[in-house]
């Protein structure tokens, strides 16, 4: 990262959006099934909004600037950058941010899973395969655990 995107990212993460700030909180500490993301981070020449850089995914948040033409160019520019870099660009409205924001980590959350797949849970014997949306906890306690498919 060039002193520049240092800077500006920096300046980036004080100066950060509502929506942002929001979706920042739900994403920092591992809080989201334990995958790590960053803030304003620099790639190439660009700086993307949150990025969880070991599965290789981009969370994209947009204003309504976005919808103008210029805009849209240059977003549709950088996503093509940035998949060519082997990078899965999600975007989101912030209204999206806003309003439902279960979705849109469901959303995030689901992306992630296909993007790392579990291996598949090991069959107890005589139990017949469920099909539930939760599946049976491995430590024994009864817990279950949510399955996105």
Not at 63 to 77: K, L
Request: with cysteine; charged share 25%.
């Amino acid at each position: 990262m060039t002193t520049t995107n240092r800077e500006k990212s920096r300046l980036l993460r004080q100066q950060q959006t509502p929506a942002e700030q929001c979706l920042w909180q739900q994403l920092r500490n591992r809080q989201l099934d334990g995958y790590k993301f960053h803030r304003q981070y620099a790639i190439g020449h660009y700086i993307v909004d949150f990025v969880c850089r070991t599965e290789k995914l981009i969370v994209e948040l947009d204003g309504i600037h976005h919808v103008e033409a210029d805009q849209a160019e240059y977003d549709q520019i950088r996503t093509q950058f940035l998949t060519a870099q082997n990078f899965r660009v999600l975007r989101f409205w912030n209204t999206e941010i806003e309003e439902s924001m279960p979705s849109v980590l469901d959303k995030i959350h689901l992306v992630l899973k296909t993007l790392t797949p579990q291996p598949p849970l090991p069959e107890v014997e005589g139990e017949q395969e469920s099909t539930s949306s939760l599946s049976p906890s491995t430590s024994g306690r009864g817990v279950g655990v949510r399955v996105f498919s």
